[in-house]
């Protein structure tokens, strides 16, 4: 077997079914894996929920994580987010001509960790070759099918005088890639924060923390996110500059590149809307885990107004927050 | 801050104009608030210090060009340069979706590597900034020069502070002229203080040199206005923790071994303004693209509406332009002050139009 994916992995003939067998099998298999076209599961427990996602992340392997990793806990925390844990996969695989099998080696053992730590099994799977001029590539598409973790938590929605509260520090995420990518040249190695938020947050689904709302911060980061919620909630949101939890060297780093924190993707940090006299008890017991250590009330939901998302300044002035726009492109100096 | 930091000043009912020439320190004041927390005789005006606003789009438009006649050649340059419109709403962005080889680097250092991994490839830095980036690139051709790299060339399209804000000062009228000016602090780190000397003396003007951070533009407010009250016409240095008066000599070295003046460079906004712009000294033809390549040039005009020139002469704000937040934004950007973070549109949309 060659090692790196040729044109022929893609035709469906010998080397195809080598390349499954050899290379995605070992990592994917359980019992409940069809070996026919379509996959066939019991399904006794009420609600079905359903997530889909496509992992294009470039460089395919950061500190902090890889495409494998992201592929899983993307899809698993925003199962998280409507209060439902994920029971099987589905996963697409597609590779690009001359990617190297130690690449796909390491990211289909990174997928089999999530997939063992969260108990999920993967159902069906394909696999396509692509040419590709620039470097070579592999993106994954992971659909994740799973049910309530509680049938009795339910998420009211948004409401004006909610506390904003995310689960972790902003900005790490799209920093790190930047830096994997352009090999930016700082003294410190920013990590990922890329993470399953299921053990963090299944405790209060459990418990039924009043939480009205989970969203996953990732692409567009805060200002993003909150835009959208402001729309689908017909509500408005005020954050306050000094709470918002940025470590010093990431907010250094995005300032050295003229980029906003709150613009920038996270993926392993949720934001958690609650009742203002919950929000204390909610943090206090977000902080006591690992993940939740940077945990922070950031502002609170208010009327809904003509510029949705204001921010108060570290200095007590004003600023309207507005949807990310363009590309996140450094500036010059 | 009104009742922290009174702005004591002998003009005190008198409007107070400061110009900011930095983008940098235009986007810190947006984006701190400090605007609209300064006591209300206090008006500070935006300077033309946006590199990638006052470089006219026909450079950009002939590297186009360039490329579309040369398909092998590869555009390595800033981040900010790549939405820059040019003719028909084109952009080196649009040029990389059709396939041209557009890169965008961090440092130019970045090119050494480039050009090594692939020697059969030809590569041109479009080299644009202030005296802030200017000692990178000179960096850059020294190193071509002693490993011998063929295949690099640079569009040298550095341009000067001083001129640019003298530029500012003739062209307002002694009624919009600024009382008091601050100076970037990361320009006065390569070059000193000394230059902005024959500029505070001629214009009977205080000059303080600044950091970016919220406090360092509240201090250097206060500075100015304090300068103003004593009729202090100096240049003061209140980025003291980072920046000696003399600045980096072994930059400014560099900077003279590589570079000479150009006698005329066109600015956007600003015109033709004379020995304000540097080029590669002739020692370094080899590396020189407008030696090596046939760049052509054409016109590329202004949006007829957009404002961008008089906003970066420091006569109009961002809210006097009719296509503002309407027809321009950071995603479709008209103007060159829209399309950089620095440029004050950009600064003043990230705030929802709100000084």
């Known amino acids: 077997m060659s090692q790196n994916i040729l044109r022929a992995h893609g035709t469906g003939g010998k080397s195809t079914h080598e390349l499954i067998n050899k290379l995605f099998l070992p990592y994917l298999k359980n019992d409940q894996l069809s070996p026919h076209d379509a996959a066939q599961v019991d399904w006794p427990e009420g609600n079905l929920l359903v997530t889909t996602d496509t992992t294009v992340v470039d460089p395919l392997i950061f500190p902090g994580g890889d495409a494998g990793k992201l592929s899983m806990t993307g899809g698993i925390n925003d199962l998280l987010t409507r209060g439902a844990k994920p029971k099987f996969a589905s996963m697409g695989f597609v590779l690009s001509e001359d990617l190297p099998f130690g690449i796909i080696n390491q990211i289909l053992k990174s997928i089999s960790q999530e997939l063992a730590t969260h108990e999920i099994k993967v159902i069906c799977a394909d696999t396509k070759v692509i040419t590709s001029k620039e470097k070579s590539t592999l993106m994954i598409n992971t659909t994740l099918i799973g049910s309530m973790i509680n049938p009795h938590f339910q998420l009211r929605g948004i409401q004006k005088g909610d506390a904003l509260i995310v689960t972790g520090s902003l900005g790490t995420h799209g920093l790190a890639i930047l830096q994997a990518r352009q090999k930016l040249p700082f003294k410190t190695v920013f990590e990922s924060d890329c993470a399953s938020l299921f053990s963090l947050l299944e405790p209060e689904i459990q418990r039924e923390t009043p939480i009205s709302y989970m969203r996953d911060v990732t692409r567009g980061g805060l200002a993003g996110i909150l835009h959208e919620l402001a729309g689908q909630f017909n509500i408005g949101f005020e954050l306050s500059e000094t709470s918002l939890p940025i470590q010093p060297a990431v907010r250094s780093g995005l300032s050295l590149l003229g980029i906003d924190p709150l613009e920038v993707a996270n993926e392993g940090v949720m934001l958690v809307t609650i009742p203002q006299d919950h929000a204390k008890e909610l943090l206090t017991s977000l902080k006591r885990h690992p993940l939740g250590k940077f945990a922070a009330q950031v502002g609170i939901a208010v009327e809904s107004s003509r510029t949705p998302v204001v921010m108060t300044t570290a200095i007590g002035g004003k600023r309207i927050i507005t949807w990310p726009e363009a590309l996140n492109l450094p500036r010059i100096c | ?355």
């Open chain 2, 1 to 355: 801050m009104n009742s922290k930091i009174p702005m004591t000043t002998g003009h005190s009912s008198e409007e107070i104009r400061i110009m900011e020439f930095c983008g940098g320190h235009t986007h810190a004041l947006v984006n701190a608030g400090i605007l609209q927390i300064l006591p209300k005789h206090i008006k500070m005006i935006h300077g033309p210090g946006c590199p990638v606003c006052v470089l006219p789009a026909n450079h950009i438009q002939a590297l186009i060009d360039l490329v579309e006649n040369f398909p092998s050649l590869t555009i390595a340059t800033y981040g900010d340069l790549l939405r820059i419109p040019t003719l028909k709403g084109d952009s080196l962005l649009k040029a990389q979706s059709r396939g041209k080889s557009i890169r965008m680097l961090y440092s130019p250092l970045e090119l050494l590597a480039w050009a090594k991994a692939d020697p059969q490839q030809e590569f041109i830095f479009m080299a644009v900034g202030f005296e802030t980036t200017a000692p990178a690139t000179a960096l850059l051709v020294k190193k071509l020069q002693a490993e011998n790299i063929q295949n690099v060339s640079i569009l040298c399209l550095h341009v000067l502070t001083p001129p640019a804000i003298e530029a500012v000062l003739t062209e307002l009228s002694p009624a919009e002229r600024p009382h008091a000016i601050i100076g970037p602090g990361h320009v006065s780190l390569v070059m000193g203080l000394d230059p902005y000397l024959p500029l505070s003396k001629k214009y009977h003007l205080p000059i303080v040199v600044s950091g970016f951070e919220p406090s360092d533009m509240m201090e250097s407010i206060k500075i100015a206005c304090d300068m103003l009250g004593a009729n202090n016409n100096s240049v003061h240095n209140q980025y003291v923790r980072a920046l000696q008066p003399s600045g980096n000599l072994e930059a400014q070295k560099l900077m003279k071994e590589v570079f000479e003046l150009r006698s005329q460079f066109t600015w956007r906004g600003l015109g033709n303004l004379n020995d304000s712009a540097l080029k590669l000294k002739p020692h370094f033809d080899s590396w020189n693209v407008e030696k090596k390549f046939p760049l052509q040039y054409q016109d590329v005009p202004e949006h007829p509406q957009c404002k961008c020139g008089d906003i970066l002469r420091g006569k109009k704000s961002p809210k006097d332009c009719r296509l503002f937040l309407k027809a321009c934004t950071p995603n479709l950007p008209l103007g060159a002050c829209m399309v950089s973070s620095e440029g004050a549109c950009h600064a003043y949309y990230q705030s929802g139009g709100l000084p």
